[in-house]
Nanobody
Framework: QVQLVESGGGLVQPGGSLRLSCVASGTVLSINDMGWYRQAPGEQRERVAV???????IYADSVKGRFTISRDNAKNMVYLQMNQLNSEDTAVYFCYAKEVLSVGRLLPGDYWGQGTQVTVSS
């Protein structure tokens, strides 16, 4: 059974920084894309940043130049460094892993974390 566990959310003042971490636990053999999505109250879930296994990265326009995504394939982890945070960044942030190949499963699966709250407020 594969699980994604996020950490690092919290309350931060405008202009501050936070670093989110996510680990894919279980008998993981490989992961294709890993990324972060977020969902603000009353809004649809939106993609924040994605990094492929080979290191290609896509950012949402709203976070370019402020957020940095990275991953450690050996540890099955993905990170999101968030700088210059503002109130519009307030949301629940979800970790996502696409096409996860794991022991005991013939086909790869996609997984979501439970979410971690990020609140930007003075």
């Amino acid at each position: 059974q594969v699980q994604l566990v996020e950490s690092g959310g919290g309350l931060v003042q405008p202009g501050g920084s936070l670093r989110l971490s996510c680990v894919a636990s279980g008998t993981v053999l490989s992961i294709n894309d890993m990324g972060w999505y977020r969902q603000a109250p009353g809004e649809q879930r939106e993609r924040v940043a994605v990094v492929t296994r080979d290191g290609m990265i896509i950012y949402a326009d709203s976070v370019k130049g402020r957020f940095t995504i990275s991953r450690d394939n050996a540890k099955n982890m993905v990170y999101l460094q968030m700088n210059q945070l503002n109130s519009e960044d307030t949301a629940v942030y979800f970790c996502y892993a696409k096409e996860v190949l794991s022991v005991g499963r013939l086909l790869p699966g996609d997984y979501w974390g439970q979410g971690t709250q990020v609140t930007v407020s003075s």
